[in-house]
């Protein structure tokens, strides 16, 4: 019998990455690579044209996302992307910025920027790609590693109390909180239009395998088997309490929560509207090509 | 009034271990026995960090672990428990040590004597993980004592040679040693490791007097004092570091004495300079493919030698003057820049240049830059630098004050 063959010689996404930066850096398994699609797929479908679409990262393996993408980006500094993307959407409010980043970088030597962008509202949109640790640098403990979870610098499992980042992000003003994981690539997807759509700090989390800095030192054999946790583990509920979110892995039969946790409406961070003739601050036409869509 | 942690055993015999020079600084910092260590993960410190987080979850080594959320905090934490008595250590790389500045420029003027560890890495931008020397550099007009080395042994036995200099009273000053990123933080070899009798013969406890911080004690530490007082503190911090030449040279000393080893002269190494025509120096890793290099000129009848600086603060200008004079010209191989400097040259270089000045003899010198971002520097480069400078020794002057060497075109 003679099977036929069949070869695509484009990938619809094709023109939305830089063929000439691969091979990638990431590794076999690795969770960033999904949720990257997810967001580039996101960007197409915003309705925004790609040309007013913006990137920014900080550094890690996460951080090398914007690098990968055909379109306006950044890699700044260890846990600056967040004042960078605040300056752009500032100065251009008709751009769609988005920072692209991992847990450390946004919430170990970055975490004060995410909390003062959150408070203040500003109009940008935050994706982390959480998996547990500082992938980059070799499996460090981090911000968000979970109790009694090992790494290279917690050879007896960690201690210390993890954020709770949808917790955080809604107590500090987000006005959009979201947890998926890169297994959930459709809702995933649909949180990230949601965010592109609306004014404001927005707020999305992505539990990611990283099988050599977590899975490895956490008898998570491959990611397969983290991709297997998640979908037995993970539990949809947009409506639970949001200090209920917290993840741990050592309590078996411990769900871990995904959803859309909250949507609200909260004035933009805006500090020239002072200065404007109240007409012209009340509708804003700086940021006329954004239409803010009601809930 | 010292703050004792918990000891762990210790090895009652030396051993031969074959380490890289991060897991040395790990082996003398066990034996050293040190109190707090602070950890925020950048290539290629990290490599130090995770050797003794290792140390500490086999039994080997009992002290505060503190991970910290940036290197802002990592030097900070630190910094404050050397106040209290313990012995810290801390360290980072490149970019991660620039972050940590702040905490940089305050702890020789609170007289810490921290001991840290660069691993010497590129600043960004553009991105790259290899070795370069300004990251460390940036320090050096602050109080901080450098200096650099180029094996897990001389890793392992300067980490406690730091503490025994960085402790003493009459310095109480911290020190940076720089390790180049990857060629020696990642490479293995035999190394030495003494016992925790003999190091205990050389190393005294840590003892803060009466700047320690503590209830029975109450003192001010870092209280504002505007002009009433800053350039009398400030002398003070230089006295310091000119007490250290002394207190260096009694160190190695007491190196040798204790455990029958180590350099006669701790400023620099000599290699092959007794006869030396052309003396090429600089800091670091680069002395194994110059000693190769200056190996082969030999046996084609080319008087070549090296001096690898060891001590970059405080700067050993008059021995350098003195093993410097007799050569018919000098090649400084900077692996570092300073732009706008006089002559373009590196750090090194100009250093080396103003040690010179009141010399009785100049010779001419060169300056070269090479192998920046990690790039190698080859055995060709070596040769390079040596025919320039046996054309300046033929001139007796010198053409073209800095080379770039290995550059693509
Ligand atoms: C100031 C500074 N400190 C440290 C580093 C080293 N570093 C590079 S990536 C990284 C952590 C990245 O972790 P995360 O943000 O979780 O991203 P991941 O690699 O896990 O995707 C660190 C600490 C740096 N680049 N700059
Ligand atoms: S180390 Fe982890 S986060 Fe980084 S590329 Fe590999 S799997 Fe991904
Ligand atoms: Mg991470």
Not at chain 1, 238 to 258: F, G, N, T, Y
Request: net charge negative; aromatic share 8%.
């Amino acid at each position: 019998m003679t099977m036929s063959t069949l070869i695509a010689e484009r990938h619809p996404s094709d023109p939305l990455f830089r063929a000439d930066r691969l091979p990638h850096i990431w590794c076999p398994g690795c969770g960033i690579g999904p949720a990257m699609h997810a967001y580039a797929q996101a960007m197409v479908e915003s309705g925004i044209p790609l040309a007013r679409h913006v990137c920014v990262s900080g550094i890690g393996c996460t951080g090398r996302v914007p690098g990968y993408l055909n379109m306006d980006s950044y890699h700044t500094t260890h846990g600056r992307a967040i004042p960078f993307a605040m300056a752009i959407a500032l100065v251009k409010p008709e751009l769609e910025v988005t920072v692209y980043s991992g847990d450390g970088d946004l919430f170990a030597i970055g975490g004060n920027h995410f909390i003062h962008a959150a408070r203040r509202n500003v109009d940008i949109n935050v994706i982390c790609i959480n998996n547990f640790n500082y992938g980059m640098t070799g499996g460090q403990v981090g911000p968000t590693t979970p109790m009694g979870a090992r790494a290279t610098t917690a050879p007896f499992g960690n201690y210390e109390q993890p954020f709770n980042l949808p917790h955080l992000a809604a107590a500090t003003g987000a006005v959009f909180v979201a947890r998926w994981t890169s297994l959930h690539l459709r809702q995933l997807k649909q949180a990230m239009l949601r965010a592109m759509k609306k004014r404001g700090f927005t707020f999305i989390e992505v539990l990611a395998p990283c099988p050599v800095g977590f899975g490895r030192p956490n008898d998570i054999g491959d990611a397969m088997e983290e991709m297997t946790l998640y979908r037995e583990g993970c539990v949809v509920d947009p409506a639970a309490p949001l200090d209920s979110l917290d993840i741990d892995l050592r309590v078996k039969d411990r769900p871990i929560v995904l959803g859309n946790f909250v949507d609200v409406e909260r004035p933009v961070f805006d500090p020239l509207a002072m200065m404007r003739p109240t007409s012209e601050a009340e509708n804003n036409t700086a940021v006329a090509g954004k239409t803010q869509e009601g809930q | 009034m010292t703050v004792t942690t918990q000891a762990a055993p210790a090895a009652t015999q030396e051993q031969e271990m074959l380490i890289s020079g991060s897991e040395a600084i790990a082996e003398a910092l066990t034996l050293a026995d040190i109190d707090v260590v602070t950890a925020y993960p950048i290539r290629p410190y990290d490599t130090v960090m995770q050797a003794i987080a290792k140390k500490i979850s086999g039994g080997k080594l009992v002290a505060e672990y503190i991970v910290a959320e940036g290197e802002h905090s990592q030097f900070e934490i630190v910094k404050h428990a050397s106040t209290v008595g313990a012995r810290v250590f801390c360290g980072s790389s490149g970019v991660g040590w620039a972050y940590a500045m702040e905490c940089l420029v305050v702890t020789p003027a609170l007289r810490v004597p921290m001991v840290a560890m660069v691993g010497n890495r590129a600043l960004d931008d553009p991105g790259a993980f290899g070795v370069e020397h300004n990251d460390a550099l940036f320090v050096r007009d602050l109080g901080w004592l450098l200096c650099w080395i180029d094996s897990s042994q001389e890793a392992l036995d300067t980490t406690l040679i730091a503490y025994r200099v960085a402790e003493d009273r009459r310095i109480f000053l911290p020190i940076a040693i720089s390790a180049d990123g990857a060629f020696l933080t990642h490479s293995q070899a035999i190394t030495k490791v003494p016992s925790k009798s003999l190091v205990d013969k050389f190393l005294p406890p840590y003892n803060r007097g009466d700047l320690q911080l503590h209830p029975d004690n109450p003192i001010t530490v870092a209280p504002q004092v505007n002009e009433d007082w800053v350039i009398e503190i400030r002398r003070q911090n230089n006295a310091a570091t000119e007490r250290a030449y002394t207190v260096i040279e009694e160190a190695y000393a007491d190196f040798r004495r204790v455990f029958g080893r180590g350099p006669e002269n701790p400023w620099f190494e000599e290699y092959m300079t007794e006869d030396a025509e052309i003396i090429l120096m600089g800091m670091g890793t680069l002395s194994l493919p110059v000693k190769v290099a200056i190996r082969k000129m030999r046996q084609e009848g080319k008087k070549v030698g090296l001096i690898r600086l060891r001590w970059f603060r405080p700067f050993p200008y008059e021995q350098l003057a003195r093993a410097l004079g007799t050569a018919k010209a000098i090649g400084v191989i900077d692996r570092d820049y300073s732009f706008g400097s006089p002559f373009g040259s590196g750090v090194v270089a100009t250093e080396v240049r103003a040690a010179l000045y009141n010399a009785e003899r100049r010779p001419p010198l060169i300056g070269f830059i090479c192998g920046l971002g990690g790039r190698e520097v080859t055995l060709e480069d070596v040769y390079k630098t040596t025919e320039i400078c046996y054309s300046a020794a033929k001139a007796g002057k010198t053409e073209q004050a800095t080379y770039w060497l290995g550059v693509r075109e």
